[in-house]
């Protein structure tokens, strides 16, 4: 038997406060786990954004719009591949008002060239570039409310009041995790010959494709600085940054759940401490008898770093072990065809399933250092007094 064997077999002398103790840990990783992947899912479309796209919009704010003039423009901008546009339509189901998707009017002529991360098959395609009234939609959305292609749908409008006619004309999937898998999108000239004067020809932002991506605050700038002297100017940015921007709103949200992992952890370190702690005060005569018949301080060091060690390596596997199928294919799968529009991608990313497990070790040894640091200063007379 080993001195760090000694100290792994002490782990289990008490297996009642071992199991709770393992629980704790475990469950204290599982949410940690959770809030992360909350975290790197909300961020999923910046940081898979497309790095040859850029997006313009108005300077002062996304919800006003641009003249559609302005798109012939941007695409005579040098630098510029393609473009094409959209408007945030703002639609809601009127046999589900509670469950929320996106409807946006796009140019049906130009938006799947854009955007090619949209996967629609090409006979589906076709039939929608065909219909004035089809629509195209996620494969998520199409689950979530059990439609498919052929199915007429009215849509009850928000920001366009009014029942709007569809007919699902295909259901695309993603190519790119940044892709929000339930959204409904339908012809934007559909929407604009139904507007009034002061509606129509009106875009609510541009998606452009640039040729070289280290040129895009370049290519950015061109553009705004052509519309600098118009009534309506424009602000023109990355994919990404566009994005960013739009988490910005909830970066309040976001830094608080930040916080609230560390408090797991600093909760979890309590845990393990507070039961390394009472096994130490328990075992203070053990100790002395152990320092009587020749073991060194650093034996007890030894024994209680390895009873630790191992505590929070079970507790951290079986918390990892735990979170990744649940958050996977339970959680993950249901916000992802439920929620799309805030979590396209919601799985655990495998550097946080490590760093999990890692914090798991490092916290129970950096508790573990203060009892077992008291218990190498043990007197050996005095710790032999003491029963129990």
Known sequence: MTIVGIGLRNAWRNKIRAVLTLIGVAVAVIAFLFLRTILSAWTTGADNAAKDRLATRHKVTFVMSLPLRYVDHIRTIPGVKAASYANWFGAKNPNAE???FATIAVDSKTFLDVSDETVVPPDQKEHWLGDRRGAIIGDHLAKQFGWKVGDKVTLEGSIYPGDWEFVIDGIYTAARRSVDRSTFFFHWDYMNESLSAAQKDRVGWVMTRIDDPSHAADIAKRIDDSFA????????????????????MFSAILKAMNYVSIVILVIMGLILGNTIAMGVRERTHEYGVLRAIGFKPKHLVAFILGEAVLIGAIGGLVGVLVAVPFINQGVGRYLEENMSGFFPYFRVAPHDAILAGLLALGLAALVAAIPAYQASKLNTIDALRRVG
Not at 229 to 248: H, P
């Open 98 to 100: 509670d469950q929320f």
């Open 229 to 248: 002297d118009q009534e309506t100017q424009t602000l023109t940015m990355s994919e990404r940054a566009m994005n960013t921007s739009f988490l910005g």
